[in-house]
């Protein structure tokens, strides 16, 4: 039978409260906390992760750079992008790292494919594209054997702040959106869509859950 999937749709919210809120959730999970998706679109920035160098930011503007605890290199997220935070336990899935990010790229995969937009991956650059043309980036973390951070997957976005990067550390790297590949604009169908291909990748049960962010123990307030 199914593990349950709480799914929180977050509508837009500015960075640093969410990533402080994902980082809490995990340190504060018990072997009986309910693995959850996250769902939302966030403010303009561009994210350097663990690894980022510095010099791959060529030109952020009015743009906040803000150097983040995941792994991958620098992307930008905005509005009109889903950015996805699947929050599991990985243990109790019995899944490892390198699958994670194969089965959260199928779902991604999949999800295209449901407008009949054909995708792949590529070996050694974590993201799915269409061509040669990244349509989504995945940039994770694993803490005590669960993992945070997650997927941005560009659907009807304004694309230029990605021209003011090298995105994912490559420079000259075409981005593109569903919106340009014939697919919807409406975020909540990708979503939806999205939602059911994850749940099919890891057997998990979506469960709707309060559209915003989970309260922690006080002890967690940041």
Known sequence: MPLPLNIRRLGRQPYPPVWRAMSAFTDNRTADTVDELWLLEHDPVFTLGQAGKQEHVLAPGDIPVLPVDRGGQ?????PGQIVAYPLLDLRRLGVGVR???????QAIIDT???WQIQALRREGAPGVYVGDAKVAALGLRVRRGCSFHGLAFNVAMD??????????????LAVTQM???GGPSQLATVEDALVEAF???????AEPAAPVLPELPARAAV
């Open 74 to 78: 620098v992307t930008y997220h905005g």
């Open 159 to 172: 694309l230029e702040p990605f021209q003011r990067i090298n995105p994912c550390g490559y420079s000259g």
């Open 199 to 205: 749940c099919r990748q890891f057997d998990l049960a």
């Open 99 to 105: 699958e994670l990010v194969s089965r959260i790229e």
């Open 112 to 114: 295209l494919a449901h």
């Open 179 to 181: 919106v340009d590949l």
